[in-house]
């Protein structure tokens, strides 16, 4: 049996207290503290409070009883979703999974560790390898589909763990690895990288009058300098 199916089938100690005469709708309030609900926080309060202020009336206290019951019954699927450990790999059940990706921070994907792609999303090592080598690389992933089709991850783990991920855009991070580097790069940082003095002496020139450049076409166009002459730093 898989961890995240041995986290289900347990039954939280808070479930076993509710049977507690009066006192019992606690634990549901425990449960809502523990799982930051405040709903279920007021819920097992006011069980409480009624059933300690009827107490005298068994019949109510009886339907109390049944009623606190039923409701930590009822919301131990919910506890157990809502209290799901990060390092657990997500079940393979896609429903679950998405229920459990709602109640969590998303991850970014751009921003972060081979540790976190393996234990929060439970992404197999060879997959978690290629995001962090092309992340390496400079590439600066925008969308879904780019990890299956660059990263080379299998569609059906990208749609267990698409509401647990999300994909910041560092401008600054990509400027170091592409085309970009035209506009933060000084003159001698672009002549080591290969370009010609005449023509990065130029591009920063024309850089610093007229702002940063839009795409390559528009250095091409504001510069008038061939596109092989920087073609290698695209």
Known sequence: MSQANSWFKQTPAWVWFSVIPIFGGLSIAYAGYKSRTKIWIMLGLGLTGIAFFLSSNDSVLTVIWLSQIASAVYLKKSFLIKTYPKNLMLPEDNKLANLIAVNREKLDINNCSKHELVNCLGLPIVYANNIESLLNEGYIFTHEEELIEIAG?????????????????????EADFSWRRLNTYSTSELIAFGLDAAIAQKIVAERELRGEYKSMIEVKQRTGLPFSSYRHLA
């Not at 994909?167 to 991070?173: D, E, G, T």
């Open 153 to 173: 991850i299998p569609e059906k783990h990208i749609q267990r763990i698409s509401l647990l991920i999300t994909f910041s855009y560092n401008y600054k991070k």
